[in-house]
């Protein structure tokens, strides 16, 4: 809940909630690809990234995280020993006030506020903005004067391929570093999971993040 001002409305110094609000939007604002591509000789080397700025998630691996204490900013300065202080010692971004206007400074212990992770969900909602190197590829194109010595064979070229390589960046509010495309998908039955509807789109839930892959790819003319 937020006061007439903006700020976060607390009460003795945990955030008070309401349920059925709306707490944020799935929607990108935008979305864009860089790709380039570098030839010398026979090499050819490209790569391929993602970015994605916008739309909120809603994460349960956070909560629990958070709730448990596995998480590390749970642990960050002295808050486990000296206790958290809404505004001035965490969330240090956003400006905490009690019901009379008071800024807030009652310092709760660790373990009840992180608690509150799992049951306030707007806690655990983050931007889902990320940055991605989703595809490189280096390719060697086998000589002519190679394949002369064949019959059949007009081109050979050998490529070594990565896909989703590496997570370069994601917006500061994903404090926990979850791979923003690790949302789930699921339906009514188990035959619109397997046929991939994005009903689940914004919610992550302890999901495995998604697979890095490499290969070698052989291409061949005649």
Same mark, same amino acid.
């Given at each position: %809940?937020? $006061? ?8 003795? !110094? ?47 691996? *956070? @909560? #629990?995280? @958070? *709730?448990?204490?596995?998480?590390? #900013? ?8 000296? !206790? ?6 965490? %969330? ?9 206007? *008071?800024? =807030?400074?009652?310092?709760? $212990?660790?373990?009840? #506020?992180?608690? =509150? ?17 989703? /595809? ?9 004067? %190679? ?14 391929? !990565? ?10 509010? =994903? ?8 949302? %789930? ?5 188990? /035959? ?22 490499? !290969? ?7």
């Amino acid at each position: %809940m937020y $006061n007439p001002d903006g700020s976060i409305l607390v009460e003795d !110094g945990i955030p008070v909630y309401k349920a059925g609000q709306d707490i944020g939007d799935v929607t990108p604002k935008w979305l864009a690809g860089f790709s380039n591509e570098f030839s010398y000789k026979n090499w050819n080397f490209g790569f391929l990234l993602d970015l994605r700025i916008g739309g909120d998630i809603y994460s349960v691996t *956070q @909560a #629990f995280g @958070a *709730q448990t204490g596995i998480l590390d #900013f749970t642990a960050e300065g002295d808050l486990r020993e000296n !206790g958290v202080i809404l505004g001035q010692n965490y %969330m240090t971004d956003k400006v905490f006030k009690t019901e009379d206007g *008071q800024i =807030n400074d009652v310092v709760v $212990n660790a373990e009840d #506020f992180f608690y =509150n992770y799992y049951t306030i969900p707007e806690m655990s909602v983050f931007n889902g903005s990320f940055l991605k190197l989703r /595809e490189v590829h280096l390719t060697y194109n086998f000589p002519r004067a %190679m394949l002369e010595k064949t019959k059949y064979i007009k081109g050979a070229r050998v490529s070594l391929i !990565g896909s989703n390589l590496a997570l370069l960046w994601v917006h500061k509010s =994903n404090i926990a570093h979850i791979d923003p495309e690790s949302t %789930m998908t699921y339906g009514d039955d188990p /035959e619109s999971t397997r046929k991939g509807y994005n009903s689940g789109a914004g919610f992550e839930s302890n999901s495995y993040p998604p697979s890095r892959s490499i !290969g070698i790819k052989l291409g061949v003319t005649f």
